[in-house]
T-cell receptor
Framework: QKEVEQDPGPLSVPEGAIVSLNCTYS??????FMWYRQYSRKGPELLMY????GNKEDGRFTAQVDKSSKYISLFIRDSQPSDSATYLC????????????FGQGTILTVHP | ETGVTQSPTHLIKTRGQQVTLRCSSQ?????VSWYQQALGQGPQFIFQYYREEENGRGNFPPRFSGLQFPNYSSELNVNALELDDSALYLC?????????????FGPGTRLLVL
Protein backbone atom coordinates (compact mmCIF):
# COMPACT_ATOMS: atom_id res chain seq x y z
CA GLN A 1 0.00 0.00 0.00
CA LYS A 2 1.30 3.44 -0.92
CA GLU A 3 1.91 6.00 1.82
CA VAL A 4 -0.18 8.56 -0.07
CA GLU A 5 -3.19 7.63 -2.20
CA GLN A 6 -4.68 10.00 -4.74
CA ASP A 7 -7.37 9.23 -7.30
CA PRO A 8 -5.72 9.79 -10.70
CA GLY A 9 -9.03 10.72 -12.35
CA PRO A 10 -9.16 12.01 -14.97
CA LEU A 11 -11.66 14.60 -13.80
CA SER A 12 -13.55 16.70 -16.34
CA VAL A 13 -15.75 19.62 -15.23
CA PRO A 14 -17.47 22.58 -16.90
CA GLU A 15 -16.13 26.09 -16.41
CA GLY A 16 -17.41 27.63 -13.18
CA ALA A 17 -17.77 24.32 -11.33
CA ILE A 18 -16.43 23.64 -7.84
CA VAL A 19 -13.68 21.04 -7.96
CA SER A 20 -12.77 18.78 -5.06
CA LEU A 21 -9.45 16.94 -5.04
CA ASN A 22 -8.48 14.55 -2.28
CA CYS A 23 -5.65 12.48 -0.83
CA THR A 24 -5.45 9.97 1.96
CA TYR A 25 -2.28 8.97 3.75
CA SER A 26 -1.09 6.38 6.22
CA UNK A 27 1.89 7.99 7.99
CA UNK A 28 0.63 9.75 11.12
CA UNK A 29 3.96 11.62 11.42
CA UNK A 30 3.14 13.80 8.40
CA UNK A 31 2.56 17.38 9.57
CA UNK A 32 3.14 19.51 6.48
CA PHE A 33 0.76 19.24 3.54
CA MET A 34 1.21 20.80 0.12
CA TRP A 35 -0.68 20.98 -3.14
CA TYR A 36 1.23 21.40 -6.36
CA ARG A 37 -0.10 22.15 -9.84
CA GLN A 38 1.77 20.71 -12.80
CA TYR A 39 1.08 21.76 -16.36
CA SER A 40 2.00 19.39 -19.16
CA ARG A 41 5.76 19.06 -19.62
CA LYS A 42 6.51 21.51 -16.78
CA GLY A 43 7.76 21.23 -13.20
CA PRO A 44 5.31 21.25 -10.27
CA GLU A 45 4.27 24.69 -8.99
CA LEU A 46 3.54 25.13 -5.27
CA LEU A 47 -0.10 26.19 -4.83
CA MET A 48 -0.96 25.75 -1.17
CA TYR A 49 0.87 24.83 2.02
CA UNK A 50 -0.79 23.87 5.31
CA UNK A 51 0.71 22.92 8.64
CA UNK A 52 -1.19 20.36 10.74
CA UNK A 53 -5.00 20.28 10.72
CA GLY A 54 -7.30 23.07 9.59
CA ASN A 55 -8.30 25.12 6.59
CA LYS A 56 -6.40 27.62 4.48
CA GLU A 57 -7.85 29.83 1.79
CA ASP A 58 -6.08 31.65 -1.03
CA GLY A 59 -8.30 33.25 -3.62
CA ARG A 60 -10.30 30.54 -5.37
CA PHE A 61 -8.36 27.76 -3.63
CA THR A 62 -9.09 26.23 -0.21
CA ALA A 63 -6.96 23.50 1.37
CA GLN A 64 -8.31 21.36 4.21
CA VAL A 65 -6.43 18.93 6.42
CA ASP A 66 -8.07 16.40 8.74
CA LYS A 67 -5.25 14.62 10.56
CA SER A 68 -7.62 12.46 12.58
CA SER A 69 -8.91 10.90 9.34
CA LYS A 70 -5.56 11.21 7.50
CA TYR A 71 -7.39 13.02 4.70
CA ILE A 72 -6.59 16.23 2.85
CA SER A 73 -8.56 18.14 0.25
CA LEU A 74 -8.15 20.97 -2.22
CA PHE A 75 -11.22 22.88 -3.38
CA ILE A 76 -11.19 25.09 -6.46
CA ARG A 77 -14.09 27.51 -6.79
CA ASP A 78 -15.24 29.03 -10.08
CA SER A 79 -12.92 26.75 -12.03
CA GLN A 80 -11.36 28.13 -15.21
CA PRO A 81 -9.95 26.42 -18.31
CA SER A 82 -6.53 27.68 -17.17
CA ASP A 83 -6.91 25.42 -14.10
CA SER A 84 -6.60 22.39 -16.39
CA ALA A 85 -3.49 20.59 -15.12
CA THR A 86 -2.35 17.70 -12.93
CA TYR A 87 -2.76 18.37 -9.21
CA LEU A 88 -0.34 16.65 -6.86
CA CYS A 89 -0.67 16.38 -3.12
CA UNK A 90 2.58 16.14 -1.15
CA UNK A 91 3.41 15.79 2.51
CA UNK A 92 6.29 15.47 4.92
CA UNK A 93 7.08 15.28 8.60
CA UNK A 94 8.61 13.25 11.42
CA UNK A 95 11.75 11.32 10.49
CA UNK A 96 10.98 11.98 6.82
CA UNK A 97 10.99 15.74 7.28
CA UNK A 98 12.32 17.40 4.14
CA UNK A 99 11.53 14.44 1.91
CA UNK A 100 8.24 15.10 0.10
CA UNK A 101 6.01 12.08 -0.43
CA PHE A 102 3.64 12.66 -3.35
CA GLY A 103 0.35 11.23 -4.46
CA GLN A 104 -0.01 9.96 -8.01
CA GLY A 105 -1.64 13.20 -9.19
CA THR A 106 -5.16 13.94 -10.44
CA ILE A 107 -5.59 15.10 -14.04
CA LEU A 108 -8.16 17.91 -14.18
CA THR A 109 -9.74 19.32 -17.34
CA VAL A 110 -12.02 22.35 -17.15
CA HIS A 111 -13.90 22.79 -20.40
CA PRO A 112 -15.47 26.08 -21.53
CA GLU B 1 8.93 31.21 -12.34
CA THR B 2 10.68 29.76 -9.28
CA GLY B 3 14.24 30.75 -10.15
CA VAL B 4 15.30 27.09 -10.15
CA THR B 5 16.95 26.14 -13.42
CA GLN B 6 17.88 22.73 -14.79
CA SER B 7 19.96 21.56 -17.71
CA PRO B 8 19.69 20.00 -20.16
CA THR B 9 15.95 20.09 -20.87
CA HIS B 10 15.97 16.83 -22.81
CA LEU B 11 18.42 13.99 -23.11
CA ILE B 12 18.54 10.68 -24.98
CA LYS B 13 20.94 7.97 -23.81
CA THR B 14 21.40 4.28 -24.44
CA ARG B 15 21.28 1.52 -21.84
CA GLY B 16 24.54 1.22 -19.89
CA GLN B 17 25.63 4.82 -20.43
CA GLN B 18 26.13 7.43 -17.72
CA VAL B 19 24.38 10.80 -17.42
CA THR B 20 24.87 14.01 -15.43
CA LEU B 21 22.01 16.41 -14.80
CA ARG B 22 22.47 19.90 -13.38
CA CYS B 23 20.43 22.20 -11.16
CA SER B 24 20.84 25.78 -9.99
CA SER B 25 18.90 26.57 -6.84
CA GLN B 26 16.84 29.68 -6.14
CA UNK B 27 18.82 32.59 -4.70
CA UNK B 28 19.09 32.28 -0.92
CA UNK B 29 18.33 28.55 -0.85
CA UNK B 30 20.97 26.15 0.49
CA UNK B 31 19.10 22.87 0.08
CA VAL B 32 18.50 20.92 -3.12
CA SER B 33 16.35 17.81 -3.45
CA TRP B 34 16.13 15.54 -6.48
CA TYR B 35 13.03 13.64 -7.57
CA GLN B 36 12.25 11.16 -10.34
CA GLN B 37 8.82 11.37 -11.98
CA ALA B 38 7.80 8.47 -14.20
CA LEU B 39 5.02 9.05 -16.72
CA GLY B 40 1.62 9.24 -15.02
CA GLN B 41 3.12 9.08 -11.51
CA GLY B 42 3.93 11.52 -8.75
CA PRO B 43 7.57 12.50 -8.14
CA GLN B 44 9.65 10.10 -6.02
CA PHE B 45 12.36 11.39 -3.70
CA ILE B 46 15.91 10.41 -4.71
CA PHE B 47 18.06 12.39 -2.25
CA GLN B 48 18.64 15.78 -0.71
CA TYR B 49 21.76 17.91 -0.29
CA TYR B 50 22.15 20.50 2.45
CA ARG B 51 25.27 22.64 2.59
CA GLU B 52 27.18 20.21 0.32
CA GLU B 53 26.34 17.08 2.38
CA GLU B 54 23.81 14.36 1.52
CA ASN B 55 20.91 14.80 3.93
CA GLY B 56 18.58 11.89 3.30
CA ARG B 57 18.11 9.37 0.53
CA GLY B 58 15.10 7.61 -0.91
CA ASN B 59 14.82 4.06 -2.16
CA PHE B 60 17.22 4.39 -5.12
CA PRO B 61 20.31 2.25 -5.83
CA PRO B 62 23.87 3.57 -5.37
CA ARG B 63 24.25 4.14 -9.13
CA PHE B 64 22.24 7.31 -8.42
CA SER B 65 24.68 9.76 -6.88
CA GLY B 66 24.91 13.48 -6.43
CA LEU B 67 26.96 16.49 -5.52
CA GLN B 68 26.30 19.95 -4.19
CA PHE B 69 28.73 22.77 -4.82
CA PRO B 70 29.68 25.76 -2.61
CA ASN B 71 27.26 27.97 -4.57
CA TYR B 72 24.52 25.39 -3.71
CA SER B 73 24.04 24.25 -7.29
CA SER B 74 23.82 20.50 -7.64
CA GLU B 75 24.39 17.54 -9.96
CA LEU B 76 22.63 14.21 -10.24
CA ASN B 77 24.68 11.40 -11.77
CA VAL B 78 23.23 8.11 -12.92
CA ASN B 79 25.54 5.26 -13.94
CA ALA B 80 24.75 2.11 -15.90
CA LEU B 81 21.48 3.50 -17.24
CA GLU B 82 18.51 1.16 -17.45
CA LEU B 83 15.37 1.49 -19.56
CA ASP B 84 13.32 2.15 -16.39
CA ASP B 85 15.42 5.25 -15.69
CA SER B 86 13.46 7.02 -18.44
CA ALA B 87 11.61 9.75 -16.56
CA LEU B 88 11.38 13.46 -15.78
CA TYR B 89 14.08 14.39 -13.25
CA LEU B 90 13.15 17.30 -11.06
CA CYS B 91 15.22 19.31 -8.66
CA UNK B 92 13.70 21.43 -5.94
CA UNK B 93 15.32 24.05 -3.77
CA UNK B 94 14.41 25.16 -0.28
CA UNK B 95 15.93 27.30 2.42
CA UNK B 96 16.76 24.32 4.62
CA UNK B 97 16.65 24.16 8.40
CA UNK B 98 13.05 24.43 9.55
CA UNK B 99 11.75 25.40 6.08
CA UNK B 100 12.53 22.25 4.14
CA UNK B 101 8.88 21.52 3.50
CA UNK B 102 8.39 24.43 1.10
CA UNK B 103 10.26 23.28 -1.96
CA UNK B 104 10.28 25.05 -5.31
CA PHE B 105 10.74 22.97 -8.41
CA GLY B 106 12.62 23.55 -11.61
CA PRO B 107 11.22 22.65 -15.05
CA GLY B 108 12.90 19.23 -15.05
CA THR B 109 15.13 17.26 -17.38
CA ARG B 110 13.37 14.66 -19.49
CA LEU B 111 15.60 11.59 -19.89
CA LEU B 112 14.91 8.86 -22.41
CA VAL B 113 16.95 5.66 -22.22
CA LEU B 114 16.89 3.48 -25.33
Amino acid sequence: QKEVEQDPGPLSVPEGAIVSLNCTYSNSAFQYFMWYRQYSRKGPELLMYTYSSGNKEDGRFTAQVDKSSKYISLFIRDSQPSDSATYLCAMTGGTSYGKLTFGQGTILTVHP
Amino acid sequence: ETGVTQSPTHLIKTRGQQVTLRCSSQSGHNTVSWYQQALGQGPQFIFQYYREEENGRGNFPPRFSGLQFPNYSSELNVNALELDDSALYLCASSSGGTSQETQYFGPGTRLLVL
